[in-house]
């Protein structure tokens, strides 16, 4: 069954232009070679984070948005957690509003 998930993470502010299209491309890759697919990913740049996190005051903010079975978001996470280039990650479910037959007054 697939599910339209949003992940946000957090790239370290030190990385270069270079650097950060390398993660953007692993995850998106990741996630595709897992089943994914209506991938849709936005680079929201550089941001102040509202607390300090591992001594990062700063940091580059990616969100993607897309559609896959439950199970690639172990996968994903693990990946994001392993890697030294990402200090923080967030996956939501999407909820999305199923179209209601009108219904007629009697």
Do not use: C, F, W
Not at 38 to 67: F, H, P, S, V, W
């Amino acid at each position: 069954m697939q599910i339209i998930y949003e992940t946000m993470y957090i790239l370290r502010p030190d990385l270069g232009d270079e650097q950060v299209e390398q993660a953007i491309a692993k995850y998106e890759n990741l996630i595709r070679e897992q089943g994914a697919d209506n991938i849709q990913i936005q680079n929201r740049g550089k941001r102040r984070l509202a607390y300090e996190i591992n001594r990062q005051r700063d940091g580059i903010y990616i969100q993607m948005n897309y559609t896959a079975p439950g199970n690639i978001i172990a996968v994903l996470e693990r990946a994001m957690r392993l890697s030294e280039e990402v200090i923080r990650y967030l996956t939501i479910k999407q909820e999305v509003q199923q179209p209601q037959a009108p219904t007629e007054a009697a």
